[in-house]
């Protein structure tokens, strides 16, 4: 290029020069023109014959034109020469780099493989992907298929999103083997995908797989760049450059939008950490058989029947590891948390549910209260009139169903002295309960298991006198003895 532009320079001067001799004596054969013409014009107004035009002068100007038009045709066609060899020069320069690369092996080679070994090391320190799109003539950014090459020689191209992958996961596949092959760490693939909260792994389950380790952060209104850069211990110009955050020159962030933060960490709850036996633990989880939540607050049971306690409640679409059976309920794991639940509120495969242990592991459940019947309470426990009154007086309708109050064994059933009709039932622990004034003969005998909710008589206003009972309207008199002694039955009734 260099020689082509002195060429040129040298060209440029030899047409001026030559045009120069040009004007010079294109204004001397004017001025002798002129000076024929005044002379002619004062000899014919004296009546002196005009002289004629000498040969040679004419001959000499005749010769000399042809020679400077042939001199700029030969020098016009030289340069013509010069520019078509030039063309020909660059043409091959360009055809040697798309077949070959030329550049690349004059830079040394091996620069690609280097920054492609570096993984996303390479992108967190700039905060920027790049990739080399096929056939092209130098390194441009990262598509979301393509890989950590160099910084960027021409204008990027734009990311589409902030997941390198959407990963549907397969069995024999754990988050550690995952976070390996996409070059994140696991805390990032757990935050990723809501994985904190300890739900299980599901064969066919897609993971979210972003480009370098870092967390997600959905805006909340009022949260600043600023703000989050400190909470995140990231830098500003980290979140601004990130491609996918798309932020506006003024850097205002719009509630809703989920930001990606590179290089971001967070801990994750230690009670995940308790049961999952650390991180390594976490890295191991794999998919597993496991049931979806299809109800909001789901009860999570103690043991498999509704009188065991409640230990929590799960929320609508939670997955949760199946562990074992018993009768219609599943022992299911869902993080720190391991309890009961029904199997038909879940959303579960029954051919895992065919193969899941059975267990008796269980505590037995909890002594369980219902009121023994619906009504109004009349009088309460203790004083009353001047004397004491042992029990609890419920009133309502003639035939109002009585059940009994918890799970027993029925140790009387009939005439009672003192209250006409009633039922005696005998509890664990040395408790037992009386349902007085029946109005008529119980539905149970003697010797009979009842449970809590059973019907056991009906309401009346029966009494024995000649055992110093008395009633004065239909009413049920429920009696608590806890060894023997009398107590307030409102201790025990829910």
């Keep these: ?99 070959s690369g030329w550049s690349q092996q004059a830079l040394g080679g091996g620069w690609e493989d280097a920054l492609a070994a570096q993984g996303s090391s390479a992108y967190a320190e700039s905060g920027v992907a790049f990739a080399r799109a096929p056939g092209s003539l130098g390194p441009i950014r990262l598509l979301a298929s393509g890989e950590l090459l160099a910084p960027a020689l021409s204008r990027p191209v734009e990311v589409a999103s ?30 990723a995908n809501g994985l904190e909260g300890g739900d299980a792994l599901m064969p066919g389950q897609l993971l979210r797989v972003p480009h370098l380790s870092g967390l997600t952060h959905t805006v909340s209104a009022g949260e600043t760049l600023a703000a989050l850069a400190e909470r995140y211990q990231a830098s500003e110009a980290s979140i601004a450059s990130f491609p996918t955050n798309r932020l506006p020159v003024t850097l205002q962030l719009n509630p809703g939008s989920e930001l990606f933060i590179p290089g971001a960490q967070r801990a994750l709850p230690e009670d995940l950490l308790r049961a999952a036996g650390g991180l390594a633990g976490l890295a191991a989880r794999a998919p597993e058989p496991a049931g ?13 029947s509704t009188e065991h306690g409640r230990l929590g409640q799960l929320q609508t679409g939670r997955q949760v590891a199946l562990r074992a059976k018993h009768d219609d309920w599943l022992l299911v794991e869902l993080g720190p948390l391991r309890g009961w639940v029904r199997a038909d509120m879940l959303a579960v495969e029954a051919g895992q549910v065919a193969v899941l242990p059975v267990s008796n592991d269980f505590p037995a459940p909890p002594p369980r209260w219902v009121w023994p019947a619906r009504g109004t309470i009349t009088s309460g426990f203790g004083a009353r009139w001047g004397s004491f009154h042992n029990g609890l007086d419920i009133a309502n309708r003639a035939w109002t169903p009585i059940v009994a109050a918890r799970s027993g064994v029925v140790k009387e059933a009939g005439w009672c002295s003192g209250y006409g009709y009633c039922v005696k039932l005998r509890h664990a622990g040395g408790m037992e309960t ?11 005998a003697r010797g009979d298991e009842v449970s809590a909710g059973d019907l056991i008589g009906h309401m009346g206003s029966t009494y024995d006198r000649a055992g110093g009972g008395y009633s004065t309207g239909v009413h049920l008199h429920l009696t608590v003895l806890l060894n023997g002694k009398a107590v307030n039955p409102l201790r025990f009734l829910p």
């Design 434 to 444: 009386i349902y007085g004034h029946l109005i008529d003969q119980p539905v149970v």
């Design 162 to 191: 902030a997941w390198k992958a959407l990963h549907t996961l397969a069995s024999g596949e754990t988050l550690g083997s995952l976070a390996e092959r996409y070059g994140v760490s696991v805390e990032t693939l757990i935050w």
């Design 292 to 304: 979806v939540v299809l109800a909001e607050q789901t009860n999570l049971r103690a043991g498999p």
């Design 1 to 99: 290029m260099l020689l082509g532009a002195l060429y040129h320079w040298k060209d440029k001067i030899v047409s001026a020069e030559q045009l120069r001799g040009y004007e010079r004596q294109r204004s001397a054969g004017s001025a002798l023109r002129r000076a024929a013409l005044a002379r002619g014009a004062l000899a014919q107004a004296r009546g002196v014959p005009l002289p004629t035009r000498p040969p040679a002068a004419e001959s000499a100007r005749s010769r000399w034109q042809p020679d400077l038009l042939r001199a700029r045709a030969w020098l016009a066609s030289l340069r013509v020469w010069r520019h078509g060899l030039l063309a020909l020069l660059v043409l091959g320069v360009l055809l040697g780099e798309l077949g």
